[in-house]
Nanobody, 111 residues
Framework: QVRLVESGGGLVQPGGSLRLSCVASGFTFSADTMAWYRQAPGERRDMVAAITDYSGTHYADSVKGRFTISRDNAKSTVYLQMNSLKPEDTAVYYC?????WGQGTQVTVSS
């Protein structure tokens, strides 16, 4: 079955950087669009970034110019490089493929 396992979250100061990873299994990774979503307490889960099978990318306006999504098909892994982090980026970040979700990884931006 589809499995998505995120890692790389943590506590970082404003202006800092983190790189999230999501290792996928159970499907043909190279043929599918992958996405990162995030959900803050009391908020809905919103898409942050997506990358298609041909590596076309799409970003939420709030992260454009700061976050970069990429993929390594040989490793069945999708990444989210997050730079210039802000307190409002604090959330649980989830890896997504169609109707499947990872368990999430907490990102906290605080001084």
């Amino acid at each position: 079955q589809v499995r998505l396992v995120e890692s790389g979250g943590g506590l970082v100061q404003p202006g800092g950087s983190l790189r999230l990873s999501c290792v996928a299994s159970g499907f043909t990774f190279s043929a599918d669009t992958m996405a990162w979503y995030r959900q803050a307490p009391g908020e809905r889960r919103d898409m942050v970034a997506a990358i298609t099978d041909y590596s076309g990318t799409h970003y939420a306006d709030s992260v454009k110019g700061r976050f970069t999504i990429s993929r390594d098909n040989a490793k069945s892994t999708v990444y989210l490089q997050m730079n210039s982090l802000k307190p409002e980026d604090t959330a649980v970040y989830y890896c997504n493929r169609r109707a499947s979700w990872g368990q999430g990884t907490q990102v906290t931006v605080s001084s």
